[in-house]
């Protein structure tokens, strides 16, 4: 059961994680708590059944058709909305209106699109894979290659690259931005990129591990997500991804008999809030923040 | 004279960095005291260890023989400590006057229950405020910004209404964290005449960091030389400007 | 277009926007006055809702103790989150606050026997027997209608509603200009240096947090009255931040623009209804509905590009650094 618990905590934890990379990138950079980011990944999933169901594409197509088109929207969204904003140089709260603006307007335009009902990918829900007592469904088993391949090549773009590097150091400290004579658009403009394909790589896999996904799932992921950015340390690239896995596994594991019992499963959403609560208390600046000084 | 301000043996470290590492000094009452030496030496990090907005790892702070290195911030103000900081502080949205008004100490009307249980001590108290805040903001020459919001003063002004805005408590001592950083050389002038003029006439105490060696000559009594978190030496402003090791600590770390 | 004739639908909207004055008006001293980032403020009005219900159906208790006891459990819940989660930076904190009343949801969704569950308050007394919580607050109602000489009950709860949310705004805009209130917007722009001018700093949010929760639990009790019954899919997240659409619709930092965006905010919801003409007329009402959303979403953004300072906000402030 414990090994159970850890994979399907593994699963969650690395949709989170990856959600959870270019929420806190987002807010490092422009200081956006980008409460559309839900949405944004809402979008990605719905690309991706577009392509997988309404086209009749294999997965391993439709998924990255989802990514690109989400990072196409994120894009789009920074030259019309959020670059304008910047000029006029918008402070923390107009920002995080706009984006409840948009979170709004995205949902209602899947809505539109796409209708209330659930909707499921074209994958065999009844193929099991069996690895001593794990049970693992297709979808599980596809997500966790995926993520864990997404989790390294993201790890090793924000260590190696100097585009990844910037980000992390503006991210960090945005003084730093001024004084080093980086081109502060063209990153930004990155960093929507990979916030975008990010998101909809996490919609997609969220999507295919819940089953069946309605209009509303990305808002309900988006909570856990910001729990999993706060617990990593808000604006650490690093810590979102820690932050991410380890939400994930508490919140599984939280329903393992061998804890005292466990909690009953229809608390496992607050448990992710709790384990964020206590973390918090015990280390107030997040699992990589930094304290603050005077 | 006796010690006002007494720091013994005071050590702060911020992830294996020893910012502050077994500094001690002394501030005499009545004195202007210079805190000098080079950029990291730990000065702002033991000026914010004194005034309670970080807990020193290990050693003790005595303000008029009272220990004070476990209280909060405010509750130092209240034993008689005030400071300013490196960048004005300015309220920015809040009007010159309400600056220096919201300083005032025992005010009843900051208090919930007194405002409505002892309305009338709270507007007596109110009228008192302003008066004296109007006295301190004439004292700085502000008094025609009163109901300008603090936010369009000039970086200067800002430091002008910073003293004003910690006078109104009447501290015994008063920290200055580099008061000339920023500051044109006219309201530079205007800022020493108002130190010197607060040790004569109020007897305050003054500890100052500062990096205008122009400044530290001509108005301290008693210089503290810092260097990588130690207290290096100590002596007149004569007896310092001579010591070989604070010139090689100034120049050992390009300044 | 009969809808819109309708007094009936007008009191509707008008006593909403007279509730969402009150939990608006919690978030304005919240964040207008002492800059705290309370992303939870729904969980308050639950906390006040819950309270009044439970005490009245299961305790059976009078509606006139418990109402104010709904009130004191809201507060009570502002200082519980307060005490351990105000010494966090603001955006951590606003995190904690959504965190809670996430839990403060699922606990009502799940607590059958103490909240009625997911079915809500007419479960109250086990699945079967309706219950229900009213009567009292509906016998107020009718008398004071006869009092006024007004039939419409919906008038009559218009006309409270707005004499609770008026009298409250008028006396947080003079809490704001008290000493106390310039200390709190003082800690708003600068806690450090507020702190540094001997002001116990974390006490005075604590008292913003609290007397902000108390408003939520206010609002709690009216939407309970209003409605007759409530489950906890009416607390969703969403409802904070019409709260705050509301607040920076009207204007930070302003008492009364809070009003003036809760009336503004109701009538763009409302009006929104009316899309009956091309092209919204081609399509069906699930749709419409979808499009009413759209375009608050669309308005939402547009004003933060004109307007970001709010109806009633001042741009100067915007911009001082």
């Given at each position: 059961?414990?090994?159970?618990?850890?994979a399907?905590?593994?699963?969650?934890?690395?949709?989170?994680?990856?959600?959870?990379?270019?929420?806190?990138?987002?807010?490092?950079?422009?200081?956006?708590?980008?409460?559309?980011?839900?949405?944004?990944?809402?979008?990605?999933?719905?690309?991706?059944?577009?392509?997988?169901?309404?086209?009749?594409?294999?997965?391993?197509?439709?998924?990255?058709?989802?990514?690109?088109?989400?990072?196409a929207?994120?894009?789009?969204?920074?030259?019309?909305?959020?670059?304008?904003?910047?000029?006029?140089?918008?402070?923390f709260?107009?920002?995080?209106?706009?984006?409840?603006?948009?979170?709004?307007v995205?949902?209602?335009?899947?809505?539109?699109?796409?209708?209330?009902?659930?909707?499921?990918?074209?994958?065999?829900?009844?193929?099991?894979?069996?690895?001593?007592?794990?049970?693992?469904?297709?979808?599980?088993?596809?997500?966790?290659?995926?993520?864990?391949?997404?989790?390294?090549?993201?790890?090793?773009?924000?260590?190696?690259?100097?585009?990844?590097?910037?980000?992390?150091?503006?991210?960090?400290?945005?003084?730093?931005?001024?004084?080093?004579?980086?081109?502060?658009?063209?990153?930004?403009?990155?960093?929507w990129?990979?916030?975008?394909?990010?998101?909809?790589?996490?919609?997609?896999?969220?999507?295919?591990?819940?089953?069946?996904?309605?209009?509303?799932?990305?808002?309900?992921?988006?909570?856990?997500?910001?729990?999993?950015?706060?617990?990593?340390?808000?604006?650490?690239?690093?810590?979102?991804?820690?932050?991410?896995?380890?939400?994930?596994?508490?919140?599984?594991?939280?329903?393992?008999?061998?804890?005292?019992?466990?909690?009953?499963?229809?608390?496992?959403?607050?448990?992710?809030?709790?384990?964020?609560?206590?973390?918090?208390?015990?280390r107030?600046?997040?699992?990589?923040?930094?304290?603050?000084i005077? | 004279?006796?010690?006002?301000?007494?720091v013994?043996?005071?050590?702060?470290?911020?992830?294996?960095?020893?910012?502050?590492?077994?500094?001690?000094?002394?501030?005499?009452?009545?004195?202007?005291?210079?805190?000098?030496?080079?950029?990291?030496?730990?000065?702002?990090?033991?000026?914010?260890?004194?005034?309670?907005?970080?807990?020193?790892?290990?050693?003790?702070?005595?303000?008029?023989?009272?220990?004070?290195?476990?209280?909060?911030?405010?509750?130092?103000?209240?034993?008689?400590?005030?400071?300013?900081?490196?960048?004005?502080?300015?309220?920015?949205?809040?009007?010159?006057?309400d600056?220096?008004?919201?300083?005032?100490?025992?005010?009843?009307?900051?208090?919930?229950?007194?405002?409505?249980?002892?309305?009338?001590?709270?507007?007596?108290?109110?009228?008192?405020?302003?008066?004296?805040?109007?006295?301190?903001?004439?004292?700085?020459?502000?008094?025609?910004?009163?109901?300008?919001?603090?936010?369009?003063?000039?970086?200067?002004?800002?430091?002008?209404?910073?003293?004003?805005?910690?006078?109104?408590?009447?501290?015994?001592?008063?920290?200055?964290?580099?008061?000339?950083?920023?500051?044109?050389?006219?309201?530079?002038?205007?800022?020493?005449?108002?130190?010197?003029?607060?040790?004569?006439?109020?007897?305050?105490?003054?500890?100052?960091?500062?990096?205008?060696?122009?400044f530290?000559?001509?108005?301290?009594?008693?210089?503290?030389?810092?260097?990588?978190?130690?207290?290096?030496?100590?002596?007149?402003?004569?007896?310092?400007?001579?010591?070989?090791?604070?010139?090689?600590?100034?120049?050992?770390?390009?300044? | 277009?009969?809808?819109?004739?309708?007094?009936?639908?007008?009191?509707?909207?008008?006593?909403?926007?007279?509730?969402?004055?009150?939990?608006?008006?919690?978030?304005?001293?919240?964040?207008?006055?002492?800059?705290?980032?309370?992303?939870?403020?729904?969980?308050?009005?639950?906390?006040?809702?819950?309270?009044?219900?439970?005490?009245?159906?299961?305790?059976?208790?009078?509606?006139?103790?418990?109402?104010?006891?709904?009130?004191?459990?809201?507060?009570?819940?502002?200082?519980?989150?307060?005490?351990?989660?105000?010494r966090?930076r603001?955006?951590?904190?606003?995190?904690?606050?959504i965190?809670?009343?996430?839990?403060?949801?699922?606990?009502?969704?799940?607590?059958?026997?103490?909240?009625?569950?997911?079915?809500?308050?007419?479960?109250?007394?086990?699945?079967?027997?309706?219950?229900?919580?009213?009567?009292?607050?509906?016998?107020?109602?009718?008398?004071?209608?006869?009092?006024?000489?007004?039939?419409?009950?919906?008038?009559?709860?218009?006309?409270?509603?707005?004499?609770?949310?008026?009298?409250?705004?008028?006396?947080a805009?003079?809490?704001?200009?008290?000493?106390?209130?310039?200390?709190l917007?003082?800690?708003?722009?600068?806690e450090?240096?507020?702190?540094?001018?001997?002001?116990?700093?974390?006490?005075?949010?604590?008292?913003?947090?609290?007397?902000?929760?108390?408003?939520?639990?206010?609002?709690g009790?009216?939407?309970?009255?209003?409605?007759?019954?409530?489950?906890?899919?009416?607390?969703?997240?969403?409802?904070?931040?019409?709260?705050?659409?509301?607040?920076?619709?009207?204007?930070?930092?302003?008492?009364?623009?809070?009003?003036?965006?809760?009336?503004?905010?109701?009538?763009?919801?409302?009006?929104?209804?009316?899309?009956?003409?091309?092209?919204?007329?081609?399509?069906?009402?699930?749709?419409?509905?979808?499009?009413?959303?759209?375009?608050?979403?669309?308005?939402?953004?547009?004003?933060?590009?004109?307007?970001?300072?709010?109806l009633?906000?001042?741009?100067?402030?915007?911009?001082?650094?």
């Amino acid at each position: 059961m414990f090994w159970q618990l850890l994979a399907n905590g593994f699963v969650t934890g690395s949709v989170y994680a990856i959600a959870a990379i270019g929420v806190s990138l987002l807010y490092g950079l422009l200081r956006l708590v980008n409460f559309a980011h839900g949405d944004l990944m809402a979008f990605g999933a719905f690309v991706s059944y577009l392509a997988n169901v309404t086209f009749g594409l294999p997965m391993v197509l439709s998924l990255p058709a989802g990514m690109a088109a989400t990072a196409a929207l994120a894009l789009v969204s920074d030259l019309a909305l959020w670059r304008p904003l910047r000029l006029r140089r918008a402070g923390f709260m107009s920002l995080f209106l706009a984006s409840i603006g948009v979170a709004l307007v995205l949902r209602q335009m899947i809505l539109l699109l796409w209708g209330p009902q659930p909707r499921a990918y074209d994958v065999d829900p009844f193929k099991v894979y069996v690895i001593g007592d794990v049970r693992l469904s297709l979808a599980q088993v596809a997500t966790i290659l995926v993520a864990s391949a997404a989790i390294v090549a993201i790890a090793l773009f924000l260590a190696r690259s100097t585009t990844g590097r910037v980000m992390r150091a503006m991210a960090d400290d945005q003084a730093l931005a001024q004084l080093s004579g980086i081109d502060v658009n063209r990153v930004i403009l990155l960093t929507w990129v990979l916030a975008g394909l990010t998101a909809g790589l996490a919609g997609t896999l969220a999507a295919l591990v819940q089953g069946s996904f309605d209009p509303n799932f990305g808002f309900q992921l988006l909570l856990p997500v910001f729990a999993a950015v706060v617990l990593g340390g808000i604006g650490s690239a690093y810590g979102a991804l820690a932050g991410g896995l380890a939400l994930g596994v508490a919140t599984e594991l939280s329903t393992w008999e061998g804890l005292a019992g466990g909690v009953e499963p229809a608390y496992k959403p607050v448990v992710a809030f709790g384990v964020l609560i206590v973390a918090l208390l015990v280390r107030p600046q997040g699992l990589f923040g930094r304290a603050r000084i005077v | 004279m006796s010690a006002l301000l007494e720091v013994s043996g005071v050590s702060k470290a911020f992830g294996g960095v020893r910012a502050v590492d077994d500094a001690s000094l002394s501030v005499e009452e009545g004195s202007i005291t210079a805190l000098i030496g080079p950029n990291g030496a730990g000065k702002s990090t033991l000026f914010n260890c004194i005034s309670g907005f970080l807990r020193p790892d290990r050693g003790q702070i005595a303000l008029a023989g009272r220990r004070i290195e476990r209280l909060p911030p405010h509750a130092i103000v209240h034993a008689g400590l005030a400071r300013t900081f490196q960048t004005a502080r300015a309220l920015t949205r809040l009007t010159v006057l309400d600056n220096v008004r919201l300083a005032a100490p025992s005010h009843p009307g900051e208090c919930l229950r007194n405002l409505i249980a002892r309305r009338g001590a709270v507007r007596r108290r109110e009228a008192q405020v302003t008066e004296e805040a109007f006295r301190l903001l004439r004292l700085v020459r502000l008094e025609d910004y009163a109901d300008a919001l603090a936010g369009t003063l000039s970086g200067g002004q800002r430091k002008l209404l910073d003293l004003a805005r910690i006078l109104i408590a009447s501290p015994r001592l008063i920290l200055l964290d580099e008061p000339m950083a920023g500051v044109n050389p006219a309201l530079r002038e205007e800022l020493l005449a108002h130190v010197l003029d607060l040790r004569a006439t109020r007897g305050i105490t003054f500890l100052v960091i500062e990096h205008d060696l122009a400044f530290v000559m001509r108005a301290s009594d008693h210089v503290f030389v810092m260097a990588e978190g130690r207290v290096l030496t100590e002596g007149t402003p004569e007896e310092v400007r001579r010591d070989e090791r604070v010139i090689d600590a100034y120049l050992g770390t390009d300044v | 277009m009969t809808v819109l004739s309708s007094g009936e639908f007008w009191a509707f909207v008008g006593v909403m926007a007279g509730i969402y004055t009150l939990f608006t008006l919690g978030l304005q001293i919240q964040f207008g006055l002492a800059g705290l980032l309370n992303f939870g403020q729904v969980a308050f009005m639950a906390v006040g809702a819950y309270t009044m219900a439970i005490l009245v159906v299961k305790q059976g208790w009078s509606m006139w103790l418990a109402a104010p006891l709904g009130v004191a459990a809201a507060a009570l819940a502002g200082l519980l989150v307060g005490l351990p989660a105000l010494r966090l930076r603001g955006d951590y904190f606003a995190i904690v606050t959504i965190a809670f009343s996430e839990i403060v949801r699922w606990v009502a969704t799940n607590e059958d026997g103490l909240t009625g569950g997911s079915q809500g308050t007419i479960n109250l007394r086990g699945e079967g027997v309706a219950a229900q919580y009213n009567s009292q607050w509906e016998r107020f109602q009718g008398w004071l209608g006869e009092q006024l000489g007004i039939r419409s009950k919906d008038v009559v709860m218009l006309l409270v509603v707005w004499s609770v949310a008026l009298l409250l705004t008028w006396l947080a805009g003079r809490l704001a200009r008290t000493p106390w209130g310039r200390v709190l917007r003082g800690i708003r722009e600068d806690e450090d240096a507020v702190s540094s001018l001997g002001k116990p700093v974390f006490r005075y949010r604590l008292q913003a947090l609290v007397l902000g929760a108390a408003l939520a639990g206010l609002a709690g009790l009216f939407y309970a009255w209003q409605f007759s019954f409530f489950s906890p899919d009416d607390f969703q997240p969403l409802i904070t931040f019409f709260g705050w659409m509301i607040l920076i619709l009207g204007g930070v930092g302003r008492m009364w623009a809070v009003p003036v965006g809760a009336l503004l905010f109701g009538f763009l919801f409302a009006a929104t209804r009316f899309f009956d003409f091309p092209p919204f007329s081609y399509l069906d009402s699930a749709d419409r509905a979808y499009v009413r959303l759209l375009v608050i979403g669309l308005l939402i953004i547009g004003l933060v590009l004109v307007r970001p300072q709010g109806l009633l906000g001042r741009r100067q402030e915007m911009v001082l650094e």
